[in-house]
């Protein structure tokens, strides 16, 4: 199975930040690769995907880029909505398709 | 407007089944991949089992020849039979559609709490 990491776990940011987040394949998976955004008590929402494809309806302050085995997940400038967790998921190779561990985006 | 409600979480007892329902509107189930994820409680999401169009099944090794996926073309509704339930099995789970037949989650229920205890 193909494990994604990423990192940090966890970080503390401002409104008005750009944080990105990183997430790494354990084998190439050329760009099938989802970032979604979980709120507490809610369902994944999925933000991009083929890497770097804003889902429609979302904010254009979200992008993704990479390829291979490293991407990242951008956000612009932090929004109040925006403090959420953050999980990458591969579909290169399934079964077993396989997210990352997630990262937290918490207020500062 | 595309729609999943999953229904038939609650609490049971350790090598207990359950049968979890997931009822679509807005789609037909029939014509797209559709999958099973579970959250554990403070954890990551885990993919479960996926039913393609073409009604082929793949489950996560976690879960093989324990739970088995299915669908109603008839009530458009996806389904999970869960057997031999263990405590690590309890988690919240929601049915998600497969976008395009490509792999990622485009569309989400809300998601039913399963517990496993005695």
């Known amino acids: 199975a193909i494990r994604m990491t990423q990192s940090p776990s966890s970080f503390s940011a401002s409104t008005g930040d750009r944080v990105t987040i990183t997430c790494r394949a354990s084998?190439?998976?050329?760009?099938?690769l989802a970032w979604y955004q979980q709120k507490p008590g809610k369902a994944p929402k999925l933000l991009i995907y083929?890497?770097?494809t804003l889902q429609s309806g979302v904010p254009s302050r979200f992008s993704g880029s990479g390829s291979g085995t490293d991407f990242t997940l951008t956000i612009s400038c932090l929004q109040s909505e925006d403090f959420a967790t953050y999980y990458c998921?591969?579909?290169?190779?399934?079964?077993?398709?396989?997210f990352g561990g997630g990262t937290k985006v918490e207020i500062k | 407007e595309v729609q999943l409600v999953e229904s038939g979480g609650g609490l049971v007892q350790p090598g207990g089944s359950l049968r979890l329902s997931c009822a679509a509107s807005?789609?037909?189930?029939?014509?797209?991949?559709m999958s099973w994820v579970r959250q554990a409680p403070g954890k990551g999401l885990e993919w479960v089992s996926v039913?393609?169009?073409?009604?082929?099944?793949y489950y996560a090794d976690s879960v093989k020849g324990r739970f088995t996926i299915s669908r109603d073309n008839s009530k458009n509704t996806l389904y999970l039979q869960m057997n031999s339930l263990r405590a690590e099995d309890t988690a919240v789970y929601y049915c998600?559609?497969?976008?395009?037949?490509?792999?990622?989650?485009?569309?989400w229920g809300q998601g039913t709490l399963v517990t496993v205890s005695s």
């Open positions: 998600a559609r497969v976008g395009r037949q490509l792999g990622y989650f485009d569309y």
């Open positions: 807005g789609f037909t189930v029939s014509s797209n991949y």
């Open positions: 039913i393609y169009s073409g009604g082929s099944t």
């Open positions: 084998q190439g998976i050329s760009s099938y």
């Open positions: 083929a890497a770097s």
């Open positions: 998921q591969q579909y290169y190779s399934y079964p077993p398709l396989t």
